[in-house]
Each structure stands twice: as C-alpha cells, then as structure tokens.
C-alpha cells in the first residue's frame, strides 16, 4: 500500500477559475477527511466521508466548495469560482473506521493551491 | 466545543538539549489524544498517541503522558537532533459517540542547531 495520495502537489490558478483536488486513501480505509491548512496554522477540518455518504461539513465549506467520494474509494474537492483567501495546503486523511480514527488519520502530503 | 491549545513557538534549540512543547486541551467526554509532526513541503505524520488517562504514548525517543487531571498532553524529548526540526501538531479526537474529527492546534515549530 503506497498509503494516502493526493493529486496535484501544486496547483496555481488564477482568481475566478474552478480547481479540482484528488485524493486516494489507503484501499481498506472507509473514512476519508479534507482539511485545509493556512500557514503557520494548524489543519481546519472541512469535510469527511464514511464511504461514498458525506456525513459532515464544517461551516468554513462555503457553497462554492463541494467533496465527493462517488463510489467509496477515491474522493474529490471542487472549488469553484476560486478567492485567494482559497489559497492553502488542502489535506486529505484517512481511516479505517469510527473505532480506528481513535488511532490516528493517515495523511497524504496535500494540494498546495495558489490563488493569483 | 473540543479544542487544542499548544504553544506557541518558534522554539530553538541546540543539539542534544531537552525538548517540552506544551499542550493542553478542550475536550467533553475521553478524548484521544496525538502529537502530529510536519515536515518541510510534506503531510502531517502521526508520532505518537494516547487513548486513555495515564497512557503515555512514545515514538522516536518522543514521549508525552496524558493528563486527565491537568488536561494536558506536553511533548518531550531527552536530547533533540537537528534532524526533529519541524512543526509539532497537538490533536484530539473525540469520543467514540461524537463526531470525532481531529482537532488540531496551530503548531510550534521547533528548530534544532547543530
């Protein structure tokens, strides 16, 4: 298992344009979590999914931000009409369960997005 | 609500000396309790971790205990090497029956001069 990855590392759009971030968890783990992270801050939590079911947003998902995990596996993060308060380390976790989340997420390396 | 507050850094140090980063928490209910670290450019790591009061989690020569009394979860090291400079996250994640989402504090980043 090559554990949680996340595509691009990158990604510099300019103020307007819509960006789409991937995530692959680790193949056996059903919950899968975005976070973004400013700098010199820790993670906000935005998102996570047990599954394909999404089963709660932050209030700092604004409506032009939507997750989706389509068949349980890998998930996407859609921002669209992009500000540059968006730019950010977007990143995302998994787990393999309610239980297992108790023993910590495994991260990927995240989506570096600059807004210019 | 749950929440984490570490403090604030940046710390600097020299080879070999001893490390705390102090951290205490928010929490209704059992927690658990982590200490994440983030290297330059990279994801966050899981470094150790506490599910019960007294646990004391340890990784990498890194030990922190928790401490329900105090509400605290202090990261320490006995003799630190240039190569642990990083950011160290303090987290919990709550009770089996809450939402248990991780909460994160802001981070203290901590650098170690040969």
């Known amino acids: 298992d090559t554990g949680v990855s996340q595509d691009p590392r990158h990604k510099i759009t300019k103020r307007g344009q819509n960006v789409t971030f991937r995530c692959d968890p680790i193949?056996?783990?059903?919950?899968l979590y975005w976070y973004r992270q400013t700098l010199g801050q820790g993670p906000e939590f935005l998102t996570y999914f047990q599954n394909e079911a999404q089963l709660e947003k932050s209030r700092l998902l604004s409506d032009r931000f939507s997750a989706e995990r389509p068949k349980g596996s890998f998930s996407t993060l859609e921002i669209q009409r992009t500000e540059q308060g968006d730019s950010a380390m977007y990143l995302c976790?998994?787990?393999?369960?309610?239980?297992?989340?108790?023993?910590?997420?495994?991260f990927g390396s995240g989506t570096r997005l600059t807004v210019v | 609500g749950n929440s984490v507050t570490q403090m604030e850094g940046p710390v600097t140090l020299s080879e070999e000396a001893f490390l705390t980063i102090n951290c205490t928490y928010t929490a209704t209910g059992y927690p658990s309790l982590f200490w994440y670290v983030q290297y330059p450019g990279e994801g966050l790591q899981l470094l150790l971790k506490a599910t019960k009061a007294d646990d004391k989690g340890s990784n990498k020569g890194f030990e922190a205990t928790y401490r329900k009394e105090t509400t605290s979860f202090h990261l320490e090291k006995g003799s630190v090497q240039v190569s642990d400079s990083a950011v160290y996250f303090c987290?919990?994640?709550?009770?089996?029956?809450?939402?248990?989402?991780?909460?994160f504090g802001a981070g203290t980043r901590l650098t170690v001069k040969p």
């Open positions: 193949s056996e783990h059903n919950r």
């Open positions: 976790a998994s787990s393999l369960g309610r239980t297992d989340a108790n023993y910590g997420y495994t």
């Open positions: 987290a919990l994640s709550g009770a089996f029956w809450d939402n248990n989402d991780m909460r």
